[in-house]
């Protein structure tokens, strides 16, 4: 296993293990109108990540924006396989936890979320860094920088 | 948390899957969210009713959960679907299109959901007391049951307002407990504003409070009266703008009787005031004004009630749509009936205006007519049509929204 070269403690808000690429934003996200299921690419206009790919990413931002409808795009997100694999926030709102909730209750896929970190995640993290991310335990490691 | 006997047997497995998997993905959202328990819902209302929101992956939701045999605990309604069920192919829904939403239409049928197709349930079927513990999603109906009624519902997720309705309960936390039921934001709005506040003020001043407020408890003081109809403008606007799930109106709303009360005995140190300069910035930020040709008008967001048809009638007899406009009243079937009954609907019809009933602009797919400017009333419509519907929009007074779709323009006065 690869040595981290920063770990940061927050609080674990759904469980599931992550590794991979981090897709990091210091703007609010809201899925409902932001992210196109079919794709996983951000498609909010007013977004500073529009045209990104956040399918399989650790996707950082600060907060959600929630529409009730979130989970409903978050799902056939997942359905698709095109979802973000990991998210990490500065305060996870309910919506956000309830996205990842449902997506293990009804397509058995774990989404961790991470949020409350002793960094601001837009801060401590960049596009591109690999991240190991711990559900469970609120765990984030840097592993190598982009 | 803490589980009853009856939620364990449930979280065994005993009482079926659907059961079982609804209780799991409440308890452990009351955990995230530090609830101690959970508590007896008197009703659930379903957001993603509709196909747009919840797409094939929630038909094969709903097709397992059927499969696995899952009737709804508690009385459930539905929300606006993404047609409307007898008009869909007047208003160009594609018809593959159609078919899933009504294949979502027979699923919640076969869960026991009431199909109401509403965001205004609490017009229908659906109508809380005061007090009442809720599982309901459709910001616009939580806000309005929260403050105007005083129910108490924390603002669900798609699906996870499913749960509450297949267990007949929901986490207890936030907006459920009352010490978190207290004013955070103060708003005062100005003596000569409050004197002659119109109409369309009520979703402007939402409009500004959501956006303010973001997801704290707004105080409103300074109006003395507001209508039902006022109220859930207001309500549908600070949700959308914001994530406002509870507002109080002091001399209005039943938890607001005095500024003492709407805010627990404490006053809020954040105090903020309205007058009419924010009222016109507002509005001017909705969708101001500009001279120029109107290609749809989008009136019953939320959707209409009685006394709205009444007035749109009223508005509309002996007028008659411009050719090149189109103008849409949305409601719910229960309203649209009663209209029927008295009267208005054939005045909106015979004067070339069109019924949508169980959706609106927001939830149809309205790709094919290439609209470029709506012009709207709500709050709500004047956040969500840029992106839903792809239009430049135009925010008026209802009065002003039926003028434009007569003349077929609208003109800075």
Redesign the interface.
């Known amino acids: 296993m690869s040595q981290p070269q920063r770990v940061w403690k927050g609080r674990g808000c759904a469980a599931g293990q992550f590794e991979g690429e981090a897709v990091v934003s210091s703007q609010p996200f809201g899925f409902w109108q932001g992210l196109d299921p079919q794709t996983g690419t951000v498609i909010d206009k007013r977004h500073d990540l529009c045209g990104t790919n956040v399918k399989g990413k650790a996707f950082a931002f600060p907060y959600g924006r929630g529409s009730t409808g979130t989970p409903g795009i978050f799902l056939e997100a997942v359905r698709n396989g095109c979802a973000p694999a990991a998210i990490v926030n500065v305060k996870s709102e309910p919506m956000i936890i309830m996205c990842a909730l449902l997506a293990e209750a009804f397509f058995r896929v774990s989404i961790p979320i991470v949020d409350s970190l002793e960094g601001v995640p837009h801060e401590v993290l960049r596009s591109g860094d690999r991240v190991r991310i711990d559900g469970s335990t609120g765990v984030v490691e840097v592993l190598s920088r982009a | 948390m803490y589980l009853t006997d009856e939620e364990q047997r449930i979280l065994n497995g005993e009482c079926g899957e659907p059961q079982r998997?609804a209780l799991?993905?409440l308890a452990?959202?009351g955990e995230?969210?530090g609830a101690e328990r959970l508590v007896e819902i008197a009703s659930a209302h379903l957001?993603?009713s509709s196909y747009?929101?919840?797409?094939?992956?929630?038909i094969?939701?709903y097709s397992?959960l059927v499969e696995q045999g899952a009737r709804v605990k508690v009385r459930t309604t539905s929300d606006p679907g993404s047609i409307d069920f007898a008009r869909w192919r007047e208003f160009k829904t594609p018809a593959e299109y159609a078919a899933r939403q009504l294949r979502i239409a027979e699923l919640l049928d076969q869960m026991g959901v009431i199909p109401t197709w509403t965001c205004t349930p609490y017009t229908t079927f659906n109508v809380p007391r005061f007090g009442d513990h809720l599982g309901w999603?459709?910001?616009s109906a939580?806000v309005f049951v929260n403050s105007v009624i005083g129910a108490r519902t924390?603002?669900?997720?798609?699906?996870?307002?499913l749960c509450a309705a297949l267990t007949g309960r929901v986490p207890y936390f936030?907006l459920h407990l009352t010490e978190n039921r207290r004013g955070e934001v103060l708003f005062e709005l100005t003596p000569d504003l409050a004197a002659d506040f119109a109409d369309h003020y009520f979703p402007a001043l939402g409009y500004l409070v959501g956006q303010t407020v973001g997801?704290k408890i707004p105080v409103i003081v300074g109006l003395t009266r507001a209508t039902f109809d006022q109220l859930k403008a207001f309500g549908a606007a600070s949700a959308a703008s914001g994530?406002v799930a509870l507002y109080h109106m002091v001399g209005i709303t039943p938890e607001a009787r005095t500024l003492e009360e709407a805010c627990g005995g404490r006053i809020p140190a954040e105090r903020i005031t309205v007058g009419t300069r924010e009222i016109t910035a507002v509005m001017e930020q909705m969708g101001g004004v500009t001279d120029g040709p109107v290609d749809v008008v989008g009136i019953g967001c939320p959707h209409a009630s009685i006394d709205q048809m009444r007035r749109y009638a009223a508005l509309l007899a002996g007028q008659r749509v411009h050719p090149d406009t189109e103008l849409w009243v949305c409601t719910n079937v229960v309203v649209e009936e009663m209209a029927r009954k008295m009267g208005y609907v054939e005045i909106i019809e015979r004067a070339g205006a069109k019924l949508m009933v169980g959706t609106c602009h927001n939830d149809c797919p309205l790709q094919a007519w290439g609209f470029r400017r709506l012009v709207t009333d709500s709050g709500k419509f004047a956040y969500?049509t840029p992106?839903?519907v792809g239009t430049q929009c135009v925010f008026a007074s209802t009065e002003a929204c039926i003028r434009a779709a007569v003349a077929g323009r609208v003109e800075r006065s």
């Not at chain 2, 747009?52 to 929630?58: F, K, L, S």
């Not at chain 2, 924390?154 to 307002?161: E, F, I, M, S």
């Open positions: 998997l799991q993905v452990k959202l995230a969210c957001v993603a747009q929101i919840a797409g094939e992956a929630g094969e939701i397992r999603s459709e910001s939580v924390n603002r669900l997720a798609a699906y996870v307002d936030g997801d994530s969500y992106t839903t």
